[in-house]
T-cell receptor, first 114, second 113 residues
Framework: GPKVLQIPSHQIIDMGQMVTLNCDPVSNHLYFYWYKQILGQQMEFLVNFYNGKVMEKSKLFKDQFSVERPDGSYFTLKIQPTALEDSAVYFC????????????FGPGTRLLVL | GDSVTQKQGQVTLSEDDFLFINCTYSTTTYPTLFWYVQYPGQGPQLLLKVTTANNKGISRGFEATYDKGTTSFHLQKASVQESDSAVYFCALVDVGNTGKLIFGLGTTLQVQP
């Protein structure tokens, strides 16, 4: 099936540093998403993005978070500065349409903030 | 707000056993319902999806029926295999919203040979 790639697979950084998580979505998809999963807890929606703009963001999407997809390249999630509670697995997803369309997920980036 | 509840955190079965994973949901509209499966080291992948109430989704021997009356979407399989061992997530998207998926906590299925 369609593949979403995420780079890096693991990242360890010190609290207060900046981190950028990269997502290579399915090539013809138009809608992009980030989800956060803390071990043993639910997968939670962070943000979705279409046509260069954030459509919706959750309360987990703090002011330190930002997303962009410059010129059709990687869809990125940037956290600046990072905090201890940002440690989690971050999953990127993409879909052709929104609402009922199937979202295809990447394998996740495991972020550890020390 | 919208929510999805999976009561079972872990299910352990033997091969050829019957599988039942409980899922109930709460919304103010008629959502699209999903089951996603996640294998170790991978992201969730779609197992089945149902958009209309009282319809059934079937895939790879798994099935789930959208029950509007009981607001449930339980997952079943007649005979599990060791390769079915994974984490299963029930999820919903509310009609008319921006595609935000709301997930249950997940149920870890372990099938012993």
């Amino acid at each position: 099936g369609p593949k979403v790639l995420q780079i890096p697979s693991h990242q360890i950084i010190d609290m207060g540093q900046m981190v950028t998580l990269n997502c290579d979505p399915v090539s013809n998809h138009l809608y992009f998403y980030w989800y956060k999963q803390i071990l043993g807890q639910q997968m939670e929606f962070l943000v979705n993005f279409y046509n260069g703009k954030v459509m919706e963001k959750s309360k987990l999407f703090k002011d330190q978070f930002s997303v962009e997809r410059p010129d059709g390249s990687y869809f990125t999630l940037k956290i600046q500065p990072t905090a201890l509670e940002d440690s989690a697995v971050y999953f990127c997803a993409s879909s052709l349409g929104f609402n009922q369309d199937t979202q295809y997920f990447g394998p996740g980036t495991r972020l550890l903030v020390l | 707000g919208d929510s999805v509840t999976q009561k079972q955190g872990q299910v352990t079965l033997s091969e050829d056993d019957f599988l039942f994973i409980n899922c109930t949901y709460s919304t103010t509209t008629y959502p699209t319902l999903f089951w996603y499966v996640q294998y170790p080291g991978q992201g969730p992948q779609l197992l089945l999806k149902v958009t209309t109430a009282n319809n059934k989704g079937i895939s790879r021997g798994f099935e789930a029926t959208y029950d509007k009356g009981t607001t449930s979407f339980h997952l079943q399989k007649a005979s599990v295999q060791e390769s079915d061992s994974a984490v299963y997530f029930c999820a919903l998207v509310d009609v008319g919203n921006t595609g935000k998926l709301i997930f249950g906590l997940g149920t870890t299925l372990q099938v012993q040979p």
